[in-house]
């Protein structure tokens, strides 16, 4: 099955990062990976939610959402209330960055990163993980900048992307006529260590073996070690 942009079975669409988008976020960054684009910023508050409150320690959370003209039939905005798949996506991000980060160290201090979806061609999520990291470790070098803490809080790196398989192939970073297609799919999350952080597999009306599972593992794994050295290679670059 040739893909439709030509890329190989094993090849990531063409991503590129640009930190400082925006000016007012303490981090801000704007992600392109293919035709998918999101905006990851990172707010900052010298407070934590009351249920953590007093205990010494800090908090990351996400939100996530599509704009209205992400797709190509208008989505309406999330007004009254959050839907399932947005809540779902922004509690995996939200844990996603956790992973990776010394609570302890923050302080009594949040980081708020919020993803929104400018254009969706598959793996939004994925692609919000990646770029949000790189927003909340701008957002952290301001922190220590202007002494409101005392040490990166930051681990390691994190970085997400999508597998799967079609018509018995395995591939990489699917974007959405193959996850529309794939009998299988997976987002996989993993640390820059090449520790995993969260497998989320599904059978679309097919279902898969363990040499498969694995098959897509790896393959998520290379994939996810390319993205962290274009991850390190963008918070190399001086911002403007």
């Not at 956790?98 to 939004?124: F, K, P, W």
């Not at 260590?193 to 694995?214: I, K, M, N, Y």
Request: glycine share 8%; hydrophobic share 40%.
């Amino acid at each position: 099955m040739q893909r439709r942009d030509g890329r190989r079975a094993n090849e990531l669409r063409p991503v590129e990062i640009t930190r400082g988008y925006t000016e007012n976020a303490p981090g801000s960054v704007l992600i392109r990976a293919g035709k998918t684009v999101v905006l990851c910023t990172a707010s900052w508050e010298n407070s934590v939610p009351v249920w953590k409150s007093g205990q010494g320690a800090g908090w990351v959370t996400a939100e996530y959402d599509m704009l209205p003209g992400a797709t190509s039939e208008r989505r309406r905005r999330n007004r009254a209330r959050i839907d399932g798949r947005t809540q779902e996506i922004q509690r995996l991000i939200g844990r996603s960055l956790r992973t990776v980060v010394d609570l302890d160290a923050l302080g009594e201090n949040s980081i708020l990163l919020d993803c929104d979806v400018l254009q969706a061609d598959g793996g939004t999520r994925t692609a919000s993980i990646t770029g949000a990291y790189i927003a909340l470790c701008d957002a952290v070098r301001l922190a220590r900048r202007e002494k409101w803490i005392k040490r990166s809080p930051v681990l390691d790196s994190v970085a997400a992307i999508s597998v799967g398989r079609i018509d018995g192939r395995m591939l990489l970073d699917l974007d959405y006529p193959e996850d529309s297609a794939a009998q299988v799919d997976m987002n996989v999350v993993m640390t820059g260590s090449g520790r995993f952080v969260e497998v989320q597999g599904t059978g679309e009306e097919a279902t898969f073996t363990r040499v498969e599972l694995d098959q897509l593992l790896r393959l998520a794994s290379r994939g996810i070690k390319r993205l962290t050295e274009i991850q390190e290679k963008a918070l190399r670059r001086r911002l403007r």
